[in-house]
């Protein structure tokens, strides 16, 4: 009973009304775009749209002939393209503050040891979703392209368009991105209780078929981006794993002290 009153304790005055959470999540979502635009500003002038179109398109020019340039087939394509580029460079370098938003809506509603356990979750996804976006840039793109230009015939001249390869390298940033977040889901899956580390351990074939399958469906008809994306999951998974066992065992031993306090109280009592 006293760990019940205890927890109702902790929560005592969150509760608010449907229409101040509402305006705390309309609050929250206006902080997301003001952090967004403020990272907009920051890149439209250093490095500006030309140097992060040129940086982004690094990995493809460097099998492309010296003079060769990425073409803009679409008529606004000159135009549109550097700000969608610009747009995805604000939202990724403002990710921590937005995922500091979404947990400050949502950290009201969680008792204090939730919030000591959501928090470094929130950082640690952020960073991530970084590693993950960097091993597209720095590894993936140049020998992807490379895989791709060894089969390209001598008599057809690669020249691709920038919307397309815009499209592409972001849909691999984001496939990347939310694959390397395996860790995390594997580590709230135990911790809700939807699963055991017993659990994990017998999936993990069938997890690797997973791994191959997602690849396969989101990343271009090449072998070696598909490789690079299944072998990174299936080992974040078994770091999941080993987080997921570490965090269980230090979370019994807080349990277990209580629960010894608890049974010497009612000895005295």
């Given at each position: 009973?006293?760990?019940?009153?205890?927890?109702?304790?902790?929560?005592?005055?969150?509760?608010?009304?449907?229409?101040?959470?509402?305006?705390e999540?309309?609050?929250?979502?206006?902080?997301?775009?003001?952090?967004?635009?403020?990272?907009?500003?920051?890149?439209?002038?250093?490095?500006?749209?030309?140097?992060?179109?040129?940086?982004?398109?690094?990995?493809?020019?460097?099998?492309?002939?010296?003079?060769?340039?990425?073409?803009?087939?679409?008529?606004?394509?000159?135009?549109?393209?550097?700000?969608?580029?610009?747009?995805?460079?604000?939202?990724?370098?403002?990710?921590?503050?937005?995922?500091?938003?979404?947990?400050?809506?949502?950290?009201?509603?969680?008792?204090?040891?939730?919030?000591?356990?959501?928090?470094?979750?929130?950082?640690?996804?952020?960073?991530?979703?970084?590693?993950?976006?960097?091993?597209?840039?720095?590894f993936?793109?140049?020998?992807?392209?490379?895989?791709?230009?060894?089969?390209?015939?001598?008599?057809?001249?690669?020249t691709?368009?920038?919307?397309?390869?815009?499209?592409?390298?972001?849909?691999?940033?984001?496939?990347?991105?939310?694959?390397?977040?395996?860790?995390?889901?594997?580590?709230?899956?135990?911790?809700?209780?939807l699963?055991?580390?017993?659990?994990?351990?017998?999936?993990?074939?069938?997890?690797?078929?997973?791994?191959?399958?997602?690849?396969?469906?989101?990343?271009?008809?090449?072998?070696?981006?598909?490789?690079?994306?299944?072998?990174?999951?299936?080992?974040?998974?078994?770091?999941?794993?080993?987080?997921?066992?570490?965090?269980?065992?230090n979370?019994?031993?807080?349990?277990?002290?209580?629960?010894?306090?608890?049974?010497?109280?009612?000895?005295?009592?």
């Amino acid at each position: 009973m006293s760990d019940n009153r205890s927890q109702e304790d902790e929560l005592a005055g969150t509760e608010q009304p449907f229409v101040q959470h509402l305006m705390e999540l309309r609050n929250r979502l206006l902080f997301c775009v003001y952090g967004v635009l403020a990272a907009l500003a920051v890149l439209a002038f250093f490095p500006g749209p030309d140097g992060l179109i040129d940086f982004i398109a690094r990995p493809i020019k460097m099998h492309m002939p010296p003079d060769a340039k990425l073409i803009a087939v679409g008529v606004f394509s000159p135009f549109l393209v550097p700000l969608k580029v610009l747009g995805m460079a604000a939202v990724l370098a403002a990710l921590p503050w937005i995922m500091y938003q979404l947990w400050a809506f949502v950290a009201p509603g969680l008792y204090s040891h939730e919030k000591r356990f959501a928090m470094p979750l929130i950082i640690i996804g952020s960073l991530l979703a970084y590693i993950g976006i960097a091993f597209v840039q720095l590894f993936v793109l140049d020998r992807m392209f490379g895989f791709i230009q060894h089969f390209t015939p001598a008599s057809v001249a690669a020249t691709p368009d920038i919307a397309s390869y815009v499209e592409a390298i972001l849909s691999l940033y984001i496939a990347f991105g939310l694959a390397f977040q395996v860790p995390i889901v594997v580590i709230l899956l135990v911790r809700v209780g939807l699963v055991d580390i017993a659990k994990l351990k017998s999936f993990r074939g069938y997890f690797i078929v997973v791994a191959f399958v997602i690849a396969a469906v989101v990343t271009p008809p090449d072998v070696f981006s598909q490789l690079a994306l299944a072998i990174p999951m299936c080992v974040l998974y078994e770091i999941g794993i080993l987080g997921a066992s570490w965090l269980t065992r230090n979370a019994k031993k807080p349990d277990d002290a209580g629960e010894g306090a608890s049974a010497a109280d009612q000895q005295q009592s």
